[in-house]
């Protein structure tokens, strides 16, 4: 059974990782919070749903599309908004991240009401069994992709001219702009970046899990978690933090019982931040 | 000083004449502002004097409404005593969390003050004393209908008061200016012999004392409260908009960006059923990009208001 | 310029005469309810606002309710709580002070009746409900709320006695219940039921209210080897249970649900894998009753399927036998006083519908009990007591189906 529980939480953690990558990305280049993550992830999961029900496309296809939509959405937020108070104080940026939170799950209420959907795979309920535990086709199909994805924005922010652009004006905005890169324009790139990454994830949450409008608050606080215990600033950060704490919670519910997975992921945020808070591979500020 | 008496005496008249003139919804609505004012001007303390943003008040809230529920449904205490033990309990809790959580700042310190409130909320549905996530009833109040409401928008006024003349008293002494102090300069009130440490400890202690009491007031109220309304994030959010509307750092500030914001929600609730609360979204955007500083900001301000005040503060925070 | 003027005043007299007319016209009794039309809850909630409509329908085209020989029709009033308990309440308080109901229907499942129901009481207005069996919600002396659901503690006693009667008896049993009112009174009743008939408890698991995540819970149900497991849950969990279990390629002897195996609606979202599954009700559409509103029982379901295109289930009973308790309490007691109206309801004694007979406890909670179902080639039947219909017992593997 131990190896079925550490299967288990690799498998959620590898989803984690994904949903946690756009906002470490976010952060560590723009330092901003973006407390309107989740409902990006919920943007990814709902036109998932719909591309999936009206068009009958599957889900790790139409991913790209999604990604691809949200980009683009994320791009025209960060150009025609949030750049307006980029340079405000703390709890300013941070209000208005809760604005665009309101703003976006609100709309997704009116159009697409309270109730919950899924989207329900041929291939949905197929398991295979390695080292006698059983692992559902969906979830590591899911776990897959969260890699692929993880190593594409691996290869971008280190091999790229982008990926460069991009790691200079985190590091520098100055000295970035003083050699040329168009530094507003790198912004709305980033923010666009990590807000089609979330929308991958929810991609994959909407084919595990059945989705909601409302779905997007738990998931932005989760992947706080996971970006803190992974630590800012490293693309690795997030993967680290991501399979720790699925591992840790599937251990932790196993042991106590399923409700305490809140307590068990909430407890570590605030324990890491007060004994540790560059995480596990942070960098020293 | 002249202005700060003014402003007593408004809400005092204005506070007292509220309920008699209007019906038992309308004083429903009220109760619900003088609430939030409590919410607003307790975040007040921590986030706008001391300058530590925190993202997590309401976990003092949810620790003031279920300690009430325990201490009356479990304990057979009265509503008095449950209402001051539950603020002291909130109070100490803010006061001894707040030494390990404000040594961060910042970001981290957002980001841990929310984990807290979660983490408490998590520990409230794990726990069998608090019903776990089932909810917990509190005994019905023993009065008519119409007492009930006096009784409950009475005494949230009577705590929104208290707050008030409490910190109008602790502004004027040393605990007030090192508040201030360390949020203008955190490390130059440490060298001037400000006891950062305790002084962080105590403010937020504060403003958890009376967010727990208004806690306690809303469990009495709803006679039936879960974990997940009283330690709902979105009422943080509310709370620091109200502060930050009405103008952060200053004594009736947040108490008017809860009444300002509470009227215009609920009148947008009332006249447009399915959009209102899409429309708070877009407000809280267009507030925090074009009049960051507030309202009173906006009244006190000496220089001359126009197009050109709020162009201004968009040019100066753009990247 | 006189004509006109004389003009415009005959219009609006007209106008206003219109105007009066409408406000004559017939004397209406109105029933108020704060319900799930959208939210986790709402695949269930929704099959009451059905039921309440048909009922009134009914009652109304019967001629109304008589009230010391004037005739009032039901007019409903709803609003959607999105299945929250906090949003449901302060619903309710709008419907008594803004739509000034004359009495109240209840939502869907305990957890937002209980909120709804101190309303009520704070207004002395009665609220029969249909969706909420918990008995948190009748054992705080709230005089004003009435149930057609029975004791949730009771539940699951119908399946357990089932499972003493199969060849050979399991002895392993796992409990799961969502941390709600329901299902933790689901929960705790299953366990002491069981225990008395002296299975073995091997697992005895809480889970979180609206979670879709069931790994960890099935998980250990497998390594503990359970050979019957009872979820209590409603139906988007029972659902998503139903779907994980398939998953992880774990099929007990019997998989036993509180919510979700008698509605339509789970077995559309789960296709062929909702069969052999098991579940509870106080009510099935085998049964045969002589109705109050409706002829029996089986003309009931028959009009019912009819009109709405599904089977009804125990939910949509419940809903209708509310309606029915009203119309009796409100003739009986001939007078609007929302007090002898409350009193009226507490005297139902023995009211024949196509529910089954309606008695209440003091506490306000019917008196009934539960049957189990089981659904077999898509179609839900009652297993036991038997009915007619064999159970499949046990269960086939997933992969045998």
């Known amino acids: 059974m131990l190896t079925q529980i550490l299967i288990n939480g690799i498998l959620k953690g590898g989803l984690y990782a994904l949903m946690a990558m756009g906002m470490s990305l976010i952060w560590g280049v723009m330092n901003i919070i973006n407390i309107a993550h989740g409902s990006f992830i919920m943007l990814g999961a709902y036109t998932t749903y719909w591309f999936f029900t009206l068009y009958g496309m599957d889900p790790f296809v139409s991913v790209l599309l999604s990604m691809a939509l949200i980009f683009f959405l994320g791009f025209f937020i960060q150009k025609y908004i949030i750049n307006f108070v980029i340079g405000a104080s703390l709890f300013i940026t941070l209000l208005l991240a809760f604005g665009i939170e309101i703003l976006i799950n609100n709309l997704a209420l009116l159009f697409w009401t309270a109730d919950v959907r899924s989207v329900q795979v041929t291939y949905g309920g197929a398991n295979i069994e390695i080292l006698g535990a059983v692992i559902p086709t969906v979830r590591l199909f899911a776990f897959l992709l969260a890699i692929a994805v993880s190593v594409i924005l691996f290869i971008i922010m280190n091999k790229t001219w982008l990926g460069r652009a991009i790691r200079s004006t985190a590091q520098d905005l100055e000295a970035a702009r003083l050699n040329g890169v168009n530094v507003g324009k790198i912004y709305s790139i980033t923010f666009g970046i990590g807000t089609a990454v979330a929308a991958a994830a929810g991609t994959l949450w909407a084919v595990i899990f059945p989705i909601s409008p409302t779905m997007g608050g738990h998931l932005t606080l989760k992947s706080f978690v996971v970006t803190i215990i992974g630590g800012l600033g490293t693309m690795m950060g997030p993967l680290v933090g991501g399979l720790s704490l699925g591992i840790v919670e599937s251990l932790g519910t196993n042991w106590f019982g399923s409700t305490f997975e809140n307590l068990i992921s909430f407890t570590i945020l605030v324990l890491v931040l007060i004994f540790k808070p560059n995480g596990i591979l942070g960098k020293k500020e | ?319 | ?401």
């Open chain 3, 1 to 401: 310029m006189f004509y006109r003027k004389l003009f415009l005043m005959l219009a609006s007299f007209l106008l206003v005469f219109a105007f009066s007319f409408t406000a004559y016209a017939e004397n209406v009794i109105k029933l108020g309810s704060a319900i799930s039309f959208t939210g986790a809850k709402s695949r269930t909630g929704k099959l009451y606002v059905d039921s309440y409509k048909f009922a009134v329908n009914k009652v109304n085209e019967m001629g109304g309710v008589n009230v010391n020989g004037k005739n009032y029709k039901f007019e409903l009033v709803f609003y959607d709580d999105k299945s929250e308990p906090t949003e449901s309440a302060r619903l309710v308080e709008k419907l008594i002070t803004v739509d000034k109901v004359d009495f109240l229907l209840g939502p869907y499942s305990s957890g937002i009746t209980i909120p709804n129901s101190i309303v009520a009481r704070r207004y002395r207005i009665p609220m029969i409900e249909g969706g909420g069996a918990s008995s948190k919600i009748f054992d705080k002396g709230n005089k004003y709320i009435f149930g057609t659901l029975p004791r949730a503690g009771d539940y699951f006693r119908s399946t357990l006695e089932f499972l003493t009667k199969q060849n050979p008896t399991p002895k392993k049993i796992a409990i799961l219940y969502a941390d709600d009112k329901f299902d933790v009174s689901v929960g705790e009743g299953a366990k002491a039921a069981a225990e008395e008939m002296g299975f073995d408890v091997v697992v005895y698991e809480k889970y979180s209210e609206g979670a879709s995540d069931f790994t960890s819970a099935i998980t250990k149900a497998k390594d503990a080897g359970a050979e019957a497991t009872l979820v209590a849950g409603h139906t988007e969990e029972a659902i998503n249970f139903v779907q994980q279990s398939k998953e992880l390629d774990y099929s007990p002897n019997l998989l036993g649900l509180t919510v979700g195996p008698s509605e339509a609606d789970f077995r559309k979202a789960l296709g062929k894998d909702a069969n052999y599954i098991y579940g509870v009700a106080s009510w099935s559409t085998e049964m045969n009753f002589e109705g109050y509103l409706f002829e029996d029982t089986q003309t009931f379901v028959k009009k019912f399927t009819d009109k709405f295109g599904y089977d009804p289930d125990y939910h949509n009973a419940a809903g209708i036998a509310a309606i029915a308790v009203y119309k009796d309490a409100i003739e009986r007691a001939g007078s609007l006083d929302p007090q002898k109206i409350r009193d009226a309801i507490a005297e139902t004694s023995g009211l024949k519908t196509i529910y089954g007979p309606v008695d209440f406890m003091d506490n306000g909670q019917i008196i009934g009990s539960s049957v189990v179902l089981q659904i077999l080639d898509g179609k839900v039947r009652q297993v036991y007591p038997a009915s007619g219909y064999d159970a499949v017992y046990p269960m086939p593997e997933w992969d045998n189906r």
């Open chain 2, 1 to 319: 000083m002249k202005g700060t008496l003014i402003g007593f005496a408004l809400i005092i008249i204005i506070g007292v004449l509220v309920p008699f003139t209007a019906g038992n919804f309308a004083i429903r609505l009220a109760t619900d502002i003088v609430i939030f004012a409590i919410l607003a001007s307790s975040w007040n303390i921590i986030g706008g004097y001391t300058g530590y943003a925190s993202f997590g008040n309401i976990v003092f809230f949810g620790v003031g409404a279920y300690a009430t529920a325990v201490l009356m449904s479990k304990a057979g205490l009265g509503f008095y005593p449950a209402l001051i033990l539950s603020g002291l309990i909130a109070g100490l809790y803010g006061f001894a969390i707040g030494f390990p959580i404000l040594r961060l700042k910042g970001h981290y310190f957002a980001i841990a003050t929310l984990g807290l409130a979660e983490a408490t909320k998590a520990l409230v549905q794990n726990l069998g004393l608090t019903e776990g996530n089932s909810g917990m009833y509190l005994p019905m109040p023993e009065m008519g209908i119409d007492a009930s409401y006096m009784f409950f928008y009475f005494n949230a006024l009577g705590i929104l008061l208290i707050l008030l003349v409490i910190m109008y008293f602790i502004l004027n002494t040393k605990l007030g200016y090192g508040f201030v102090a360390i949020r203008e300069d955190e490390d130059a009130a440490d060298s001037i012999g400000i006891n950062t440490t305790i002084f962080k400890s105590i403010s937020f202690g504060l403003s958890g004392l009376f967010t727990g009491m208004a806690g306690s007031v809303y469990a009495y109220q709803q006679g039936f409260i879960k974990p997940e309304p009283v330690f709902i994030v979105t009422k943080t959010v509310k709370m620091i908009v109200m502060a930050v509307f009405g103008g952060v750092g200053s004594l009736f500030g947040p108490v008017i960006g809860a009444v300002s914001i509470e009227l215009i929600a609920n009148y947008l609730s009332e006249h447009f059923l399915v959009i209102h609360t899409i429309f708070f979204g877009t407000i809280i955007i267009l507030a925090v990009i074009f009049a960051p500083k507030g309202i009173m900001d906006i009244i006190t301000a000496r220089k001359k208001i126009g197009l050109s005040y709020f162009l201004e503060n968009i040019r100066k925070n753009r990247v």
